[in-house]
Each structure stands twice: as structure tokens, then as C-alpha cells.
């Protein structure tokens, strides 16, 4: 890769724009759910299903339901998007209640 190219990459990456909201993650075989928050909705799946494989879930009703019921039987999906733009310094505050409100709506356990 050439150095502009590079720059250029590196300059892209930095401007993009990352959906921050609320996900569900979803067990189709005994339909249990477990609501958490992300700042880059993008970028979560990958790392909670990581954690999931190697057995290291913060979550201990989810690691336990990950390893009797597989990979496979767990789907994702993002709940709602937050615009941190309207939102400003309470991101995490606003977040924490999203969360909260999605676990009330979905019955389902927070993340």
C-alpha cells in the first residue's frame, strides 16, 4: 500500500459515521433474549460472540445458553439506533435507559 493510499484509508476510517443504539440477542430454541448497548452497533456482534466461543461472556445465563444450545441457535439484531448527535455528554446515561426500556418491552435480560 502506498503512503497516500494509506493516509487516505486511515483518514476515512476516522470521518466514518458509527451507529450507536441497542441490540437483542435472541435464542430461537428457548426464546430467551438479552438486551445491551453499543457504541458501534457494527463492530458488537463480533465481539460478543468471540467472548461467547471462548467461554469468557460476561453474561452467565447467556455463556451457559451459548454452550448447551451452539452457535447456531443465536441470532442478533439491532433494536434501535440513538443519535448521539442530539444526545451529547448523556450518552451512556441515555443508553443505560434505552437498555432498560427494551428489556421491560422484550422480557428479556440485560447485557
Not at 476516522?14 to 463492530?43: F, H, I
Not at 454452550?67 to 451512556?92: L, M, N, P, S, W
Amino acid at each position: 500500500m502506498q503512503q497516500d493510499d494509506r493516509k487516505a484509508a486511515i483518514a476515512a476510517y476516522k470521518e466514518r459515521r458509527v451507529a450507536t443504539g441497542v441490540y437483542a440477542v435472541r435464542s430461537a430454541s428457548t426464546g430467551r433474549q438479552w438486551v445491551g448497548s453499543a457504541p458501534d452497533l457494527a463492530t458488537i456482534w463480533n465481539r460478543l460472540s468471540f467472548t461467547l466461543r471462548q467461554g469468557h461472556a460476561p453474561q452467565r445465563s447467556l455463556q451457559a445458553a451459548w454452550r448447551e444450545h451452539g452457535a447456531e441457535d443465536f441470532t442478533f439484531a439491532v433494536v434501535e439506533q440513538v443519535d448521539v448527535e442530539k444526545i451529547g455528554y448523556g450518552r451512556d446515561r441515555a443508553l443505560r435507559s434505552r437498555v432498560e426500556h427494551w428489556c421491560e418491552a422484550l422480557h428479556a435480560e440485560p447485557l
